[in-house]
């Protein structure tokens, strides 16, 4: 079974902070998403990366996939409490997505 | 707007007991799933289903089995609940041939307890 490692796992920051979380694979995946849940609810999808080195950007959030297409990073800039939540990255292996093992972030007003 | 449902929040079970955990979706789609989710190890894959009457073994099947008799309905069975399967339990639904651009839309999860 592949594995996604996550790091950091917990992350504690004040409001307006910059923050990286990485997602990392001794496996390559076809693509990658990234996923943030919220207390109560479920999964719900931020991206999907599918070229090795691509990057997009969604408001103050920026992801990458890297370039042998085994790792991903997330860079939220300036934080705010709202970003608070379950940050999930699911890689995609034939007809099944792996998910990652998880980063909680808690953003203080 | 995509909407799955599933039938309870919270469930409460004693070892032994039979579980039924329904998950229904409002949008048609093909694909169905059914996920653990434990806090280090992310959500785990346990039976998916392509097409009505159809399942596949995820990651982590054992214990577990499923039904789907209609499209939109997606039901996971604990035939003898034990105290390790205490757990959240996530369904997913998502559109058409299952290639990597599909987006899986979740439910709000049923977090089951076993005593």
């Known amino acids: 079974t592949q594995l996604l490692e996550q790091s950091p796992q917990f992350l504690s920051i004040q409001e307006g902070e910059n923050l990286t979380v990485y997602c990392n694979s001794s496996?390559?995946?076809?693509?990658l998403q990234w996923y943030r849940q919220e207390p109560g609810e479920g999964p719900v999808l931020l991206v999907t990366v599918v070229t090795g080195g691509e990057v997009k950007k969604l408001k103050r959030l920026t992801f990458q996939f890297g370039d042998a297409r085994k790792d991903s990073s997330l860079h939220i800039t300036a934080a705010q409490p709202g970003d608070t939540g379950l940050y999930l990255c699911?890689?995609?292996?034939?007809?099944?997505?792996?998910f990652g093992t998880g980063t909680r972030l808690q953003v203080f007003p | 707007d995509v909407k799955v449902t599933q039938s309870s929040r919270y469930l409460v079970k004693r070892t032994g007991e039979k579980v039924f955990l329904e998950c229904v979706q409002d949008m048609d789609h093909e694909n169905m799933f059914w996920y653990r989710q434990d806090p280090g190890l992310g959500l785990r894959l346990i039976y998916f289903?392509?097409?009505?009457?159809?399942?596949e073994k995820g990651d982590i099947p054992e214990g577990y089995s499923v039904s789907r008799e209609k499209k939109e309905r997606f039901s996971l069975i604990l035939e003898s609940a034990s105290t390790n399967q205490t757990s959240m339990y996530l369904c997913?639904?998502?559109?058409?041939?299952?290639?990597?651009?599909?987006?899986?839309?979740f439910g709000p999860g049923t977090r089951l307890t076993v005593l």
């Open positions: 699911a890689g995609f292996v034939t007809d099944k997505l792996i």
């Open positions: 496996s390559v995946f076809s693509s």
């Open positions: 289903s392509y097409d009505v009457k159809m399942k």
């Open positions: 997913a639904s998502s559109r058409g041939f299952v290639n990597s651009y599909n987006e899986q839309f």
